[in-house]
């Protein structure tokens, strides 16, 4: 049965791709023979130059092999394993191939598939980019080649990752998309069954796990780079939370202070025993080393309370960095959710 190219773009307009990549779109659906997918052989990388760099090509069976046959020049620069020929399952994880086989083998078959792959770049910052699978007409041997196109484009320019320095963890968060045939315009495929309460409820919970053991290491790195002990460190930074915690809870002025630190006299003190119900810290606890804190000038006791200053020595809860950071660790649960079936309503 025929493909539909007016029905496909329609398809991929409401997938939202990134602009590379939707250039990528058009330039392989420039290449369709009326209702046929294009052959590789119609394909030249040198008339989409700005893209071409980027660019892979396998060689597919469904549900058996997958190998390189072509490589972009940003993957063979960097010398690192990108060999036309390579088993492509077998450079990957033994955990990922299976999932990889199956996104190939989804595409072969006759859809255009995105992947969103976490790379960590040599800053140790994770970085996620678009993968984006283009299948072509089957050849007579059953392998189907597949062009996939990656939108790599770091904020420090880093070069692509290669498999053996691939070391993110999350799972690739997948989209497919089936090619339409006879106008059947419907990506209701690319949407997968919605976990059972208890399985979503255990996926979620270890989730949140896996999120708390990053966001407890980033206190231990916080508190060894500010010399403080680990408690005080917890301490304080409940206290500057509390402190904005109203400013936060107000939308406009939530927007206004976006990329600001909030100045002290926004900000709200808290009383000794609020911090101790906040953290579950015995009181007595929270009053010895909340005033050693005092006396260190990490904090500063006003009538209303105690405030973590936007002036203070140790640049607790004023240092961009570690905002991006957190930010990035809400990122990855919410992408790791994604990825395993779980929508947040």
């Known amino acids: 049965m025929p493909y539909d190219p007016v029905a496909s773009r329609a398809v991929i307009e409401q997938a939202g791709l990134a602009p590379r990549?939707?250039?990528?779109?058009?330039?392989?659906?420039?290449l369709w023979q009326g209702n046929e997918l294009p052959v590789l052989e119609d394909f030249a990388a040198e008339?989409?130059?700005?893209?071409?760099?980027?660019?892979?090509?396998?060689?597919?069976?469904?549900?058996?092999?997958?190998?390189?046959?072509?490589?972009?020049?940003?993957f063979t620069r960097s010398g690192s394993g990108w060999q036309l020929g390579t088993d492509w399952l077998n450079s990957a994880p033994p955990k990922t191939r299976d999932s990889r086989l199956r996104r190939f083998s989804a595409s072969a078959r006759g859809a255009i598939v995105?992947?969103?792959?976490?790379?960590?770049?040599?800053?140790?910052?994770?970085?996620?980019?678009e993968a984006v699978h283009f299948p072509f007409r089957p050849g007579a041997d059953g392998t189907t080649p597949v062009l996939v196109y990656i939108d790599w484009d770091p904020p420090n320019n880093e070069n692509?990752?290669?498999?053996?320095?691939?070391?993110?963890?999350?799972?690739?968060?997948?989209?497919?998309?089936?090619?339409?045939?006879?106008?059947?315009?419907?990506?209701?495929?690319?949407?997968?069954?919605?976990?059972?309460?208890a399985e979503?409820?255990?996926?979620?919970?270890?989730?949140?796990?896996?999120?708390?053991?990053?966001?407890?290491?980033?206190i231990i790195v916080g508190s060894e780079s500010s010399n403080m002990d680990p408690i005080d460190y917890f301490l304080a930074i409940s206290v500057g939370a509390a402190n904005v915690s109203h400013i936060d809870s107000d939308l406009a002025l939530s927007r206004q202070y976006s990329g600001l630190i909030e100045?002290?006299?926004?900000?709200?003190g808290i009383s000794r025993a609020a911090i101790s119900r906040a953290t579950g810290l015995p009181l007595e606890t929270v009053r010895r080393r909340i005033n050693k804190m005092i006396a260190l000038d990490v904090l500063i006791e006003r009538k209303d309370g105690v405030?973590?200053?936007?002036?203070?020595?140790?640049?607790?809860g004023t240092r961009f960095d570690r905002m991006h950071k957190h930010a990035q660790l809400i990122d990855r649960l919410?992408?790791?959710?994604?990825?395993?079936?779980?929508?947040?309503?």
């Open 263 to 268: 100045p002290d006299y926004m900000r709200r």
């Open 307 to 316: 405030i973590v200053s936007a002036n203070n020595p140790l640049k607790l």
């Open 160 to 197: 692509m990752p290669v498999p053996a320095n691939e070391r993110a963890n999350l799972p690739i968060v997948t989209e497919i998309f089936p090619i339409p045939r006879n106008a059947a315009s419907s990506a209701s495929g690319s949407i997968p069954a919605r976990p059972a309460e």
């Open 114 to 129: 995105r992947g969103i792959p976490e790379a960590i770049l040599k800053s140790e910052h994770a970085y996620f980019y």
């Open 334 to 345: 919410f992408r790791d959710l994604k990825a395993r079936g779980i929508k947040i309503e």
């Open 200 to 218: 979503r409820a255990k996926i979620m919970s270890r989730a949140a796990m896996r999120f708390l053991l990053n966001l407890a290491g980033d």
């Open 21 to 30: 990549s939707q250039e990528m779109f058009e330039h392989w659906l420039s």
């Open 47 to 74: 008339r989409v130059p700005k893209l071409s760099p980027n660019i892979l090509i396998f060689n597919v069976v469904p549900d058996s092999s997958v190998t390189v046959k072509f490589a972009g020049s940003n």
